[in-house]
């Protein structure tokens, strides 16, 4: 039993977030052990085989991205961490035929987006000049520990005057919207700045991402800030990684020492989410793309919904603790710029689908994954016609899946929802949020702490400083 | 004519008239200006048929501030308020909820469906008084501006964040909660009867376009929850004589003041000469000279059609013509020769006398959002009715009475056809609603007046029917309201001040607004700005 001897510090679940608490207090001079209840690291940052020859990111598909700093410091690059930026960030086909494409590059964007509205094509620039300027003042957030609002010490009146110097040198029009945007419905944001409808639907879609929320629902704004802390590309989250998921976690893994124990314990949320896997046995033909470069357009991340209403309708049924019949849907076929994934010639198609309610109303799970699927396919074949015929294997995994199988109870992928009630310093609860807890020497370090879930590896990263830094105090 | 005016007031709502009586009374030479033949904006009287006095728009009054009735002394100018008593829900099962203004015997009602819940109620009045008492202060401020460098706005902001960490941590935890949850997310932290956090909820929703399960909605409900008659909290009521009364209780007071009123003096222009307003031009051609003007109507009204964009800042356009209004609710005012029996309470007992509250669940709330954001009235909507000639039997004749119904939704903007074409639709949307619960209430209607949210604009002027003259959601509220820069009553037009719903603390029939619009004009001719 006490094979190890006693460690420092004790990190229950090697999720990416456990992995980088345990990499930067390692580095810190502490002996940190991790305990992860499956054979597998990395939590929801895992490649698994779903199907023989076939293996898919099974939860997260795209890698936060990691914070530039941790990505440093615990030298991920040469443990074999290869994150892939595809030139085109979404393709977004709607049923006429025709496709939304945002790219890497702004201007290209801009020029795809002069064929929808000429207005938009103008307004993307600022759009894109607009979020980033917010983006990166909001980007120190990440890092930081949330001050103590309620009872502020001399610490954190000093934080709260960083941010609040920082927010002072936005120009003033930005300061205003950073103010009016945290607390508004997406869609309401989306409209704002467009006039065509697809492109709201792609954006309004990043305010929802994994939420029990529609995109009419106040708030939701918050969510799309959040990510654009990490990324403030106007294009959403665009960043993966070669060989899955999985090794992100390996790389974060390689000088630890993993052990398998049991017990986890999370905290409360309703997911919303599940993933399916698809095994092909080749390039599905979106009807958007005949006669264009197909590969390119599918590398980034695909999105199924061209309505804002069409994704609030969908989220409409989960309300009442029913499937969605047609579900909002994010797919990625991530075999197309790592082969290796998939056997010669097949591919591997990966879709998060909202919303389908952990709780369901009158019915159980067990009959409704089916139902799910099908729904999926049949969804995805109005755009590609020839999916169904490519499929030779699936895996469908449902709230209740990902809470058995990665320990997310509630399977909601960000372990807590992304509400303002529920951000910063009320993360997870006002008065805890500076990653410790009511019992002495217990912390918290997952995505239940600020910032939130996304893979950022923040969360660990900021409890391991508060861990050092008790630990300092200590002796 | 030639006569010059300190300040012109435009609209005689009660904002309007609050803000000239405080001017006057402070010596200005203050002049309102009502478009209509009647005074009190939304808040009037009007008899629809000979006998029937309706309160045509706004119905319940609570949220009057205490120091406008004590200064201006309304209570000797006719004001009378007479209690609202408790809220009757009748439920979909043939049961109901019946809370009323005993505490005691409340309690023993919600023990009836539950008793966890009756225990938790005393909790959650005493959370809400404390969260009233943190937010009430707030209310007769002038918000500060966050991105200025102004140290007294700083110091403002300050003291709210002193005054937060002063609560006690569950106080804290709650004040965060009821600014960003939802309703039912935040009821339900206490609460496990459906039918009571419906009910509860649907104050939430009150004049917003959001579900009882939107975020920002409990905030609402604590707006809501802020009304005061003699320091009773959380009590509502009826001005004798119909809403209009206020009105006219609230002019006499700015008439004695010195204040002078016009009505049938629509506006047709805000005379701007090199960026200052110097006076107003009526629709008859008319104009008048005034030092000051003050606009307690909406700011698109107000900007947009009364001066134009080519006289104002285009980041103000841009951000005045993102200000949200539409209109989510409609109102149906019957005449009836005989009172409602409901089916889970028949008889014309006490219930009948507070608020009748058609929110059986709080799946039948969503839904009937879930209609409006696709842009159709609810087939089944919620409603918050009262029967005021029970209270007051002045205002219909011998054994007739007249019946209020607030609708919600009702959005202005419809995806297919017109309103004008689906108001009696609607009509009849509200009656088979109101029917299922109590089924006699078709063979009493002598008379039915259906305001859709297109009537509200074309009566009231309120910009798409929204009865606070803009949405109350987090980004529209505080030094947001209604525009990022320009939440102090003032405007990029010197000499142009706004004193109406659309600016801090927002709508209800609450004065606040033109009360703290006349502080600041009044702190600005003495010199403290030029």
């Known amino acids: 039993m006490s094979r190890a001897g006693r460690r420092d510090v004790v990190i229950v679940g090697a999720g990416v977030n456990g992995l980088v608490a345990a990499g930067l207090l390692a580095k810190a001079g502490l002996r940190p052990l991790v305990l992860e209840r499956r054979a597998v690291v990395g939590g929801t940052a895992v490649t698994e085989e779903f199907h023989p020859g076939f293996r898919a990111s099974t939860v997260a598909s795209t890698a936060g991205p990691i914070l530039p700093a ?48 000429k207005k938009d094509a103008e307004r993307f620039s600022q759009f894109h000049a607009s979020l980033s300027r917010i983006g990166a003042i909001l980007t120190p957030l990440l890092s930081m520990t949330p ?83 990490g990324d403030p590309h106007s294009g959403g989250p665009g960043g993966f990684v070669r060989g899955g998921m999985g090794k992100l976690s390996d790389a974060l893994a390689a000088e630890q020492d993993p052990e398998f124990l049991s017990n986890v314990s999370n905290l409360r949320s309703t997911g919303t989410a599940a993933m399916l896997h698809f095994a092909l046995s080749g390039l599905p033909d979106f ?96 755009h590609a016609p020839n999916l169904e015929s490519l499929i030779v294997g699936s895996r469908v995994l449902a709230p209740p899946d990902l809470e058995a199988t990665y320990g997310m109870t509630g399977g909601h992928i960000h372990h ?60 | 004519m030639s006569e010059r005016y300190d300040v012109v007031v435009i609209g005689g709502g009660h904002n309007g008239l609050v803000h000239a009586a405080y001017l006057a009374r402070a010596g200005k030479k203050v002049l309102v200006l009502e478009r209509r033949h009647i005074l009190g904006g939304a808040a009037i009287t009007e008899e629809v048929l000979p006998g029937f006095r309706f309160s045509v728009a706004s119905y319940v009054v609570s949220l009057l501030r205490p120091e406008i ?205 090199a960026g200052r307003a110097t006076g107003v031009v009526l629709e008859s051609g008319e104009e008048i000279d005034a030092a000051v003007v003050s606009s307690s109507v909406d700011p698109r009204l107000t900007f947009l059609k009364m001066i134009g964009r080519k006289e104002l800042p285009d980041d103000f356009v841009e951000d005045l013509e993102r200000y949200k209004f539409r209109g989510s609710s409609g109102k149906v005012n019957l005449a009836l020769d005989g009172l409602p029996e409901f089916r889970s309470l028949p008889g014309a007992g006490r219930h009948l006398r507070g608020a009748i509250s058609i929110s059986p669940s709080i799946e039948y709330m969503e839904r009937a959002y879930d209609d409006a954001k696709y842009g159709r009235f609810s087939r089944r909507p919620y409603m918050d009715v009262v029967i005021p000639s029970l209270t007051d039997p002045s205002i219909a004749p011998p054994g007739k009475h007249v019946m209020s119904c607030f609708v919600q939704y009702a959005p202005y903007h419809l995806k297919e056809g017109r309103w004008d074409d689906q108001r009696e639709a609607f009509g009849d949307a509200v009656i088979d609603a109101l029917a299922m619960h109590a089924p006699n209430i078709r063979n009493h209607i002598l008379h039915r007046q259906v305001l859709t949210p297109l009537d509200i604009e074309r009566i009231f002027g309120l910009t798409e029917g929204n009865i606070f003259q803009g949405e109350l959601t987090l980004e529209q509220l505080f030094f947001l309201r209604p525009a990022p820069g320009w939440a102090q009553y003032r405007t990029p037009i010197r000499g142009l001040y706004m004193c109406g719903a659309a600016t801090h603390p927002g709508g209800g029939i609450m004065g606040a607004p033109g009360r703290n619009a006349a502080s600041v004009l009044l702190g600005d001719s003495r010199g403290r700005r030029a």
């Open chain 1, 287 to 382: 009807r958007a793309l005949s006669g264009k470069d197909a590969a390119g357009a599918l590398a980034g991340r695909i999105h199924i919904g061209t309505e804002v209403d069409e994704i609030e309708r969908a989220y409409d049924a989960a309300k009442y603790g029913d499937l969605s019949p047609r579900p909002y849907c994010e797919a990625t076929i991530p075999s197309l710029w790592d082969p290796g994934l998939a056997p010669a010639g097949g591919h591997v198609l990966s879709v998060r689908a909202q919303y389908a309610p952990f709780a369901l109303k009158n019915a159980i799970w067990t009959d409704r994954r089916k139902e799910l699927e099908s729904a999926v396919v049949r969804l995805l074949s109005e």
């Open chain 1, 70 to 117: 941790i990505e440093r410091e615990l030298d991920l690059r040469r443990h074999g961490f290869d994150p892939i930026r595809p030139a085109v960030r979404v393709f977004a086909p709607s049923a006429d035929g025709h496709a939304l494409l945002l790219f890497e590059d702004p201007s290209r964007t801009a020029a795809e987006l002069a064929a929808f509205s």
């Open chain 2, 69 to 273: 009735i004590r200064e201006l002394e309304l209570p000797r100018h006719g004001l009378e308020i007479l209690p609202l008593d408790g809220t009757f829900t009748p439920m979909d099962n043939g049961d109901y909820l019946w809370r009323v203004n005993d505490h005691a015997k409340t309690r023993r009602e919600i023990a009836r469906h539950s008793k966890v819940d009756a225990e938790a109620y005393e909790e959650y009045g005493k959370a809400m008084v404390e969260m009233g008492r943190f937010v009430k202060p707030i209310l007769s401020m002038t918000p500060p501006d966050p991105t200025s460098l102004d140290p007294r706005g700083l110091w403002e902001l300050l003291k709210i964040g002193r005054r937060f960490q002063k609560l006690r941590p569950e106080d804290q935890q709650n004040q965060i909660q009821l600014m960003t949850m939802s309703a039912v997310d935040f009821l339900d932290r206490w609460f496990e009867t459906d039918v009571l956090k419906a009910t509860m909820a649907a104050s939430g929703i009150i004049g917003t376009f959001l579900g009882v399960r939107s975020p920002g909605t409990a905030y609402v409900v604590l707006h809501h929850y802020m009304g005061e008659i003699d320091g009773a909290f959380r009590s509502w009521g009826f001005a004798r004589g119909g809403t209009g009364s206020i009105s006219e209780a609230i002019a006499a007071a700015a008439r004695e003041a010195g204040a002078e009123i016009r009505t049938e003096a629509p506006i047709a222009q805000i005379r701007v000469r």
């Open chain 1, 416 to 475: 807590l929802e992304h509400s303002l009630d529920q951000l910063f310093t009320m993360r997870p609860l006002l008065g805890w949020a500076r990653y410790r807890t009511p019992i002495g020497r217990l912390y918290l370090c997952g995505s239940g702490t600020h910032p939130g879930g996304g893979m950022t590896g923040a969360n660990g990263a900021n409890a391991a400083r508060e861990i050092v830094r008790d630990g300092r105090r200590r002796t």
């Open chain 1, 147 to 229: 001050p103590r609002i309620d009872r502020p010490g001399g610490g954190d009146v000093l934080r709260f005057g960083r941010l609040g110097r920082a927010f002072r040198a936005l120009p003033k029009r930005d300061a205003w919207r950073l103010l009016r945007w945290g607390p508004m419905a997406v869609a309401d944001f989306a409209a704002e700045w467009f006039e065509s409808e697809p492109l709201r639907a792609v954006i309004s879609a990043r305010g929802v991402a994994g939420c029990f929320a529609g995109p009419w629902s106040a708030g939701t704004t918050a969510n799309l800030l959040l990510a654009a802390a």
